[in-house]
């Protein structure tokens, strides 16, 4: 069962590196190159629609199998110990908590501003600096997670 939870895990943890590796090398880049105000609104359209059944559940179902494993393994001290638990650790780390802490709010920020204004404009160009290095770091995260669980195997 340890190992089935694993594979899940790292099933997730790989499908949403996979994502937010997409977003660091290519959409965030990609906006660069749009009109800001294009860039601005495709993004908000983005984050809307990132909000959906399959993709939550990915991301929070990760989440949640993350945490029975390192519960799992501190408890029953479970072969792939200290593999599972750091792997597991960085995603909830850095796949939700770096997600929900950082990413999320600069998202409702940017869902409120206007398209037009002065404010928006600056706002557009924080967003994107800030949100992307968080997401950098976030991908790291994941990515590193997968590669642990794998060795947990």
């Known amino acids: 069962m340890f190992e089935t939870l694993v594979i899940v895990a790292l099933t997730g943890a790989g499908l949403v590196a996979g994502l937010l590796f997409v977003f660091s090398n290519c959409v965030m880049r990609s906006f660069e190159e749009m009109p800001e105000a294009e860039g601005m609104r495709a993004m908000q359209i983005i984050n809307r629609r990132i909000q959906n059944p399959l993709f939550l559940s990915i991301f929070m ?19 792939g110990f200290v593999y599972a638990v750091a792997g597991a650790g960085l995603y909830v780390v850095g796949g939700f908590g ?22 928006g404009r600056e706002l557009w160009a924080r967003y ?17 997670a997968v ?3 794998a060795l947990a195997l």
């Open 61 to 79: 179902g990760t989440t949640l199998v993350c945490l029975g494993i390192i519960v799992w393994a501190v408890l029953e001290g479970a072969a």
């Open 98 to 119: 770096i997600t929900v802490f950082f990413n999320v709010p600069l998202n409702h920020q940017l869902d409120q501003a206007s398209l037009d204004s002065d404010e």
């Open 128 to 144: 994107r600096r800030d949100w992307t290095r968080w997401n950098h770091v976030r991908t790291l995260l994941c990515v590193a």
């Open 147 to 149: 590669v642990l669980l």
